[in-house]
């Protein structure tokens, strides 16, 4: 049997597994139970969160030999079909390539023939915002009444795209992103399939950098899985990848927090030197930066930092405070921007690093004023006791 990647091989089959859609998922199996079933839906969110997935699902749920049901088999030969791709009344367009109106013409001749063998007519448009206006426009009646026996289900990623007249005629669902946990709870039961051992910090890397995409995290996972050797590590994922390690991150930072520009300078060479892009090293800064404000605003959920906060050094919670960390985050960003038009990325890194390093003496104009307002106090007590010293004498 040939290989499956994971993200096919993960693919849900029912409602009950897909992930971090509760809202859509319980709405949708009221609407079936009560059969209350629209004609056209309209599915949107970023990509990997299961929009397509689910667009499969509703139309098992909707020919399962036992439906309409809430709860498709997944053995009748019409679900089987529809899990392969291969039903005949299921029928799965790539709007970004069947964008002209000659292509919609011919689902509006479809449309007037009964299914072949099964209950509904199911048609799936991945990417509806690619059509042309045209298209929209000669599909705005047949989305309105179209025969009993036909459903539309429309995927998009650019909901801002699709035109009111379309919106207005589909029941419409948005898809959130996949939180960080359920990505990593997911990543858990694939690497049990295929027996690779994973260590925790590893898996929160994973989930952190697929951005709330299940998809994403998958295919991330069958990357790192190949070079791994049976056991996924953090340390191996910087190595191969080209990123900038924690150890290595809590130096410079300790270095920025004790001034010491010689010494991030340095550190700085050595990471380059062994390969790590200039932007990446710029993304990882900005990471680390980012973990630590959240730990010094007491946050300390390990899916929002990244890795547990026992790992930042002593001398960078107690040398850095909120505004200064808020001050290099925003100093680095800008530096990422300044970068992809820079004559030499180098120097702009170097340069900024040079300033973060006097970073710890930076104070904010309202905190400036009162220690000059302290300073008044200070002056003008010590002058009353003076003055109080000297009559007295």
Known sequence: MSYEVTATRKRPRSFDELTGQEFVVTTLKKSIESGRIAQAFLFSGSRGVGKTSMARILAKSLNCEKGPTANPCGTCSHCVEISRGASLDVIEIDGASNTS?????????????????????????????MLSNSAFNALLKTIEEPPPHVVFIFATTELHKVPATIKSRCQQYNFRLIGTDEIKERLVSAAADLQVKVDD????????????????????FDQIAAFSDGHISLEKIREKLGLVGLEQMNQIAEALANGKAKDVLELTEAILASGVAVEQFVMDLCDYFRALLFFLQDIDREALLGFHPDRFPQAVKDNFTVTQVERALE????????IRYSLSQRYELELALSRLAKLRHYVTPSELLKRIEGLKGDVVAGAFDDSAAEKKN
């Open 101 to 129: 109106v000659n292509d919609v013409r011919n689902i509006k001749d479809e449309v007037l023939f009964a299914p072949a063998n099964s209950p509904y007519k199911v048609y799936i448009i991945d990417e509806v915002h």
């Open 201 to 220: 910090e590893a898996l929160f890397w994973i989930a952190k950098e697929a951005t709330g995409s299940m998809r994403d995290a998958y295919t991330l």
């Open 331 to 338: 100093a680095l960003l800008n530096l990422y921007r300044t």
